[in-house]
């Protein structure tokens, strides 16, 4: 059964670094979104993309944070200056186009911002 | 505010207990409402959906859930848990990207 994959599963760095979290969606999938949980908190919406455009973000996703699909087959969440509260778990997630809204989600990478 | 909530945060059963964790949302519009679980160390899998139709949605692993629209709710709930489902439980809302908070299951042996 196809899934969404993501690497690295666990990455650690420093404040004020950059950090590209990457995700293989499913192959025949549209919609792509990232999400994320902090520790003990609940999982929170980043940001959905469709047609090489962001189509919806939450306040959590501002300019420190960017996504982009450089190929066909990756999905691929930046954030320009990790700060400490970053630290969490970085869900990718897919779906088919159509009205079912159902979405598969990858293993997660837990960011630790040090 | 608009959301998905689960009120149970921790739920702690012995095996062959029957389970009903809930889920309320507080939108309106076209609900199209999830469950998922997530087990030890693994990722979030689907448990099951509604749409519309038949408010009693049967999922995998024996679990059901039920749309009360009148209630604003769609809690799980299976009749007699085992150890192995011990993981953590997320409603959620994908059409208006909310997840509940969770709830952690652990089933004693």
């Known amino acids: 059964e196809p899934e969404v994959t993501q690497t690295p599963s666990h990455q650690v760095t420093q404040m004020g670094q950059e950090v590209i979290l990457r995700c293989v969606p499913i192959?025949?999938?549209?919609?792509f979104y990232w999400y994320r949980q902090i520790l003990g908190q609940k999982v929170e919406f980043l940001v959905s993309?469709?047609?090489?455009?962001?189509?919806?973000k939450s306040e959590i996703f501002d300019d420190q944070f960017s996504v982009e699909r450089p190929d066909g087959s990756n999905f691929t969440l930046k954030i320009r200056s990790t700060k400490l509260e970053d630290s969490a778990m970085y869900f990718c997630?897919?779906?088919?186009?159509?009205?079912?809204?159902?979405?598969?989600f990858g293993p997660g990478t837990r960011l630790t911002v040090t | 505010a608009q959301s998905v909530s689960q009120h149970n945060h921790h739920v702690i059963l012995s095996e062959a207990a029957s389970l009903e964790l809930g889920c309320n949302y507080s939108?309106?519009?076209?609900?199209?409402l999830f469950w998922y679980v997530q087990y030890p160390g693994q990722h979030l899998q689907l448990l099951l959906k509604y749409f519309s139709g038949d408010p009693l949605v049967k999922g995998i692993k024996g679990f059901e859930a039920e749309f009360i629209k009148s209630k604003f709710s769609f809690n799980l709930r299976k009749p007699s848990v085992q150890w192995s489902d011990t993981a953590e439980y997320f409603c959620a809302a994908f059409n208006k990207f909310y997840f509940g908070s969770g709830t952690k299951l652990n089933v004693k042996p």
């Open positions: 993309f469709y047609n090489n455009e962001i189509s919806e």
């Open positions: 997630a897919s779906r088919l186009a159509g009205g079912t809204y159902e979405q598969y």
């Open positions: 939108y309106g519009g076209t609900v199209n």
């Open positions: 192959s025949n999938h549209l919609y």
